[in-house]
């Protein structure tokens, strides 16, 4: 499976990516993700990448591509892959329409998932990570709590409430990707790509994708 899942934060494009590479082996490919992995590796390229974030700059488009490409050639993204969160904006979505063509990849589909705004902010406000940089296991208040002390009940560090999920900056969140990554949807609608689904379940949602994409 070649797909890219688009979604508000909160929408849990995370947690549907994890169940599709259960699903048939492909891997899970977030920006974070292959930035952490090459600044890890101590790559060219991660050193480049490593200087923009320490200094808290943006990485730029061209860095994320030039990661992008080398991580897509890795052995195991050849069974196929999920782009969780990326493309996040029109000229990466078509930096990456070049990248793929460059590699004679073909991507199966784009999914949109459509979550209301009130389950986005109840999910996120109710959102709890552990502080373990090495673990960052996620929680929730509601449905799947920490211990009753406040403690990861994978490695025992503080469970904390992340800056950018209080009410105030999660509004913030939605705006700005209403502004920069919704026109996205009518990109790969017009690419002839694009699957909409709106489920709050995330079991429902992958099997609607695997239907599709068979």
Same mark, same amino acid.
């Given at each position: 499976?070649?797909?890219? &899942?688009? +979604?508000?934060?909160? !929408? +849990?494009? +995370?947690?549907?990516?994890?169940?599709?590479? !259960?699903?048939?082996? $492909?891997?899970?490919?977030?920006?974070?993700?292959? &930035?952490?992995?090459?600044?890890? !590796?101590? $790559?060219? &390229? +991660?050193?480049? !990448?490593?200087?923009?974030?320490?200094?808290?700059?943006?990485?730029?488009?061209?860095?994320i591509m030039d990661i992008m490409e080398a991580r897509l050639q890795e052995p195991d993204a050849k069974k196929g892959f999920i782009l969780d969160g990326f493309p996040r904006t029109i000229p990466q979505a078509e930096a990456l329409k070049v990248l793929l063509q460059k590699l004679a990849i073909k991507l199966d589909t784009v999914i949109n998932i459509d979550v209301p705004k009130a389950v986005i902010l109840d999910r996120l406000t109710t959102r709890r990570t552990c502080s373990n940089s090495d673990c960052q296991e996620i929680y929730n208040v509601k449905s799947k709590p920490a211990s009753p002390d406040g403690k990861c009940l994978k490695c025992g560090s503080p469970v904390v409430q992340r800056a950018d999920e209080t009410e105030e900056a999660i509004t913030i969140r939605l705006a700005t990707y209403n502004e920069k990554t919704a026109p996205l949807i009518d990109f790969y609608r017009k690419e002839g790509l694009l699957k909409t689904v709106s489920s709050l379940s995330s079991e429902e949602i992958v099997k609607e994708i695997i239907k599709g994409v068979k």
């Open positions: 499976m070649r797909t890219v &899942l688009l +979604g508000a934060p909160g !929408a +849990g494009k +995370g947690t549907i990516a994890k169940q599709l590479t !259960a699903h048939d082996g $492909s891997v899970q490919i977030s920006t974070g993700d292959i &930035l952490r992995g090459a600044v890890k !590796a101590g $790559s060219e &390229l +991660g050193k480049k !990448a490593q200087g923009y974030m320490e200094r808290g700059d943006l990485v730029p488009d061209s860095l």
